[in-house]
């Protein structure tokens, strides 16, 4: 084999045996920052190149499923066998510009053959490739240490991150630019917006942020005729969450559903779901569309959370695919427990949602720039319409291939809790779905039509 040589797309390992999942995340990770490439195992990493071949990830789907739980993106695997052995590669994707991605909280590139840390200045480098880079940018005020701590939920911080609250005032501004959420300069600071956005005691006190409150509205019947109150967040998202979602479930109607056999009485939709995607609504939103913020609209039948700017994901693919807009609000989110791991929160709405026995939730791109989630209350399987049948089907099948199973006749009529007597209407809906190209047959069920296995039309 000619040699080639290694660069920041490119490495070779020789891996005859297993090399360690942690070592492949954090290659792919580092790969992908420097603009996508190539792992190759089963090839010597000294030249000149030679193919030895390894046992190493012998099952290539269900690694790329692996991989795509661990670091939120498709890593694509392929495998060639060749007279020496076996080959594998590791197709690694570029990251999205404005984005970096992270394992475990760190921020990986190459260098030679080494994996390094990447530097702050590299950090803001790309953070700033988006046309604004609005969120860090800082707000206008030049401010002194106090008034950092007067404007900012210090406590919060602390508390959310798990951490003692410093003795001294510098110790906790220290911690505020260690995430680089605040800059000094001699005695003054300057605060970021992604830091007041999240930790503002007002946000009425950043003028810039006060219309990025997200807003509650409740009205009175299923449709906007009549308001029965409008009220805006008061405080930084991080800062204001919990109650924010305590005041959502405080205005949602009771709603009965039956749950193991067992009727219960609980709010229209369960808090798990709220508190995803209303997390998911603050941080995906466009912070570049002026005047407009997250909206949390609740009827007496449903809620509809939506936020601005198109999804940078299709919404067919929410349930299996991830990228961010905002990844290091997001980034930052994970890590004070707000929301999820990369790409399970929309997994677990799902999840969720099927054992309450709700209808499907419904993913819309409202007008130009507005991404929706509506979620209705209960519904009979009966009572659903034909739209929201198939829509069921096909969650269920992508919420299936992400757990690593697939989708039959049987759980299936778990998800809508029908007995097997209603496995011919199950079948019918099955046959509707693939009609409507949301799901297909998976080959592996060898053409049996009773133990059929059946998978999105994507997989």
Known sequence: MRSITETQHLEFKKAESQLPEEDVCKYCVAIANEGGGHLILGVTDKPPR??????????PIKTTERLYQLLGFRVDIEELIYPNGRVVIFHIPERPSG???????????????QLVPMSEDQLRGIFSENKSAWLEKYCDEVLSAQEVIDLLDTQTFFDLFKQPYPTNREGVLERFEQERLISKNGDKYAIK?????????????????ERKAPRVIVYKGTNKLETVSDQLGAKGYAAGFQGLVGYIMSQLPQNEVIKESLRYEIRLVPDIVVRELV???????????HGVSVMIEIYTDRVEIS???????????????????????????????ICEEKGSGIDKVV????????????????????TSVIIFGYKSFDEMSRDERIRACYQHACLK?????????????????????????ISQLIAMAIDAKMIKTDDSSGGSRKYAKYIPVWA
Do not use: W
């Open 50 to 59: 030679q193919i030895v071949g390894t046992s190493t990830f012998q099952n």
């Open 99 to 113: 984005s970096v991605y992270n394992y475990r909280g760190q921020y990986l590139m190459r260098s030679g053959s």
């Open 193 to 209: 917006r992604i830091c007041a956005l999240l930790f503002a005691k007002r946000l009425a006190d950043f003028p810039e942020l």
């Open 279 to 289: 997390a998911n609504a603050l941080i995906h939103q466009d912070f570049d569309i």
């Open 307 to 337: 936020n601005p700017g198109k999804p940078v994901v299709p919404p067919d693919r929410f349930i299996d695919e991830y990228q961010s807009r905002n990844e290091r609000l997001a980034d930052l989110m994970r890590r004070i427990g």
């Open 351 to 370: 999840a969720t949602i099927e054992a309450y026995q709700l209808p499907p939730p419904d993913f819309v791109t409202s007008g130009v720039n507005r």
């Open 401 to 425: 291939r992400v757990m690593n199973e697939t989708m039959t006749n049987q759980t299936l009529r778990e998800r809508f809790r029908l007995s097997e007597k209603k496995a011919a209407n």
